[in-house]
């Protein structure tokens, strides 16, 4: 008797819910299965079929009107329909179920694409991740849960991704279709049996198919990134090996490794990987730029005007460039100081310090002349003027520290 008022209890409340999903009022049909909901898996499994099927309409409909959660709870809804189905053979809902599948992972697509424009990228990762699982064929979705996790900072989640990704080997790769629209002039990407039937038309023309580069390389450089800012440098270094071994002439994989070894204190692999990717990449005055900062920093003066000067040779206007080149010489005249101070009285310690003064001056009037060639292509700029000041006055050159003192309206 108790089973069987149990029964009649579902069967009206399973009634009450598809009046109301036929009516519109998905909120009055989720009341309806909510309560229900602690006997269903106990019902007959036609009961269970029809359960789920309403409850992921309801669902769906409310995910679609800003209920974030109820989207993945569709989902689970309209899997177990299609799951219960396959097992018994039965396909009354089946064919409609998954024609609701595909337009809610359209729906948590556009919400997600909305979500990622307010700049709600943990909400957006999720509901991307959400898309994936509920159509695990279209992988896209789950590189872009990936980006949208890494453009909210969600480092720990976007690695979750990453990670997926390389597991199913997720490349990324494909052609896109593009033709021109004859009565715009403007080119438009649409699929390729749309594109061919546009230009069998007339309406399109000049029919182009683009490659698309493989995001392999990419995943695995954000892994390691990604480790790299949780401070887990071992397994970034390991990331970056994989990397370059798919990519070994990527510049920039070379350079997010080399920044790494910097981090961690190498500052020779740094030098290494950093003279390896301006080998690449011979034309990139930042290549260059950063060579000479960290040979200056080990004092390999030499080293780092060769490597300041063939950033200037790449981009004459690099002012960051021009001041360190200058500061080259500056330091290498400043380092003989403590030698000349620690000269005595004598006829050759005189003479030494003669001599070093005279390597001292030469040192500075080199640093001063790199300066004043800047000032022709760049006469304004505030940083030049005031090392080029700073440099006169050190050098007890009166004349022209005050000409640069008024240059700089002091």
């Given at each position: 008797m108790s089973f069987a008022m149990v029964s009649f209890a579902q069967k009206a409340e399973l009634k009450t819910a598809e009046k109301a999903v036929k009516s519109g009022d998905m909120t009055a049909a989720k009341t309806a299965l909510d309560g229900i909901s602690g006997m269903i898996?106990?019902?007959?499994?036609?009961?269970?079929?029809?359960?789920?099927?309403?409850?992921?309409?309801?669902?769906?409909?409310?995910?679609?009107k800003g209920d974030n959660a109820a989207f993945k709870e569709a989902a689970e809804s309209f899997n177990k329909v299609v799951d219960m189905e396959e097992k018994s053979g039965k396909t009354k809902y089946s064919a409609e179920t998954k024609q609701r599948i595909a337009a809610l992972t359209a729906d948590l697509v556009n919400s997600a694409v909305e979500d990622n424009g307010n700049k709600n990228f943990d909400v957006a990762a999720e509901k991307l991740y959400t898309a994936y699982k509920i159509s695990p064929q279209d992988t896209s979705y789950l590189y872009y849960a990936a980006s949208s996790a890494v453009n909210g900072q969600h480092f720990e989640e976007a690695l979750t991704y990453y990670n997926e990704l390389q597991e199913i080997g997720y490349d990324g790769s494909g052609v896109v279709y593009k033709a021109t629209n004859i009565e715009t002039g403007e080119e438009e990407i649409m699929d390729k049996v749309q594109r061919d039937l546009m230009v069998k038309s007339g309406t399109f023309k000049d029919p182009v198919d683009e490659k698309t580069p493989s995001k392999s390389a990419e995943i695995v450089k954000n892994t390691a990134l990604i480790y790299t800012q949780l401070g887990q440098d071992?397994?970034?270094?390991?990331?970056?090996?994989?990397?370059?071994?798919?990519?070994?002439?990527?510049?920039?994989?070379?350079?997010?490794?080399?920044?790494?070894?910097?981090?961690?204190?190498?500052?020779?692999?740094?030098?290494?990987?950093?003279?390896?990717?301006?080998?690449?990449?011979?034309?990139?005055?930042?290549?260059?730029?950063?060579?000479?900062?960290?040979?200056?920093?080990?004092?390999?003066?030499?080293?780092?005007?060769?490597?300041?000067?063939?950033?200037?040779?790449?981009?004459?206007?690099?002012?960051?460039?021009?001041?360190?080149?200058?500061?080259?010489?500056?330091?290498?005249?400043?380092?003989?100081?403590?030698?000349?101070?620690?000269?005595?009285?004598?006829?050759?310690?005189?003479?030494?310090?003669?001599?070093?003064?005279?390597?001292?001056?030469?040192?500075?009037?080199?640093?001063?002349?790199?300066?004043?060639?800047?000032?022709?292509?760049?006469?304004?700029?505030?940083?030049?003027?005031?090392?080029?000041?700073?440099?006169?006055?050190?050098?007890?050159?009166?004349?022209?520290?005050?000409?640069?003192?008024?240059?700089?309206?002091?």
């Open positions: 898996d106990g019902a007959d499994e036609k009961y269970q079929t029809q359960y789920h099927f309403l409850r992921g309409q309801a669902l769906a409909d409310l995910g679609k071992d397994k970034a270094l390991e990331a970056y090996k994989t990397a370059r071994a798919n990519d070994p002439n990527d510049v920039n994989l070379i350079l997010n490794e080399a920044n790494l070894y910097y981090k961690m204190g190498d500052k020779e692999k740094f030098k290494s990987l950093m003279a390896e990717a301006a080998a690449v990449a011979p034309d990139n005055p930042d290549l260059h730029y950063n060579i000479g900062v960290i040979n200056m920093e080990q004092g390999n003066m030499e080293e780092a005007r060769a490597a300041y000067k063939r950033a200037l040779e790449v981009n004459p206007n690099y002012t960051n460039a021009q001041l360190n080149l200058s500061t080259t010489y500056v330091n290498e005249g400043n380092g003989l100081i403590d030698e000349m101070n620690s000269l005595g009285n004598s006829r050759s310690d005189i003479a030494r310090y003669d001599e070093l003064k005279k390597k001292k001056d030469d040192l500075f009037v080199q640093g001063a002349q790199v300066l004043e060639d800047a000032l022709k292509q760049n006469p304004d700029n505030q940083g030049i003027l005031t090392q080029l000041k700073n440099i006169y006055g050190a050098m007890g050159d009166n004349e022209n520290f005050m000409r640069l003192k008024k240059l700089l309206g002091e």
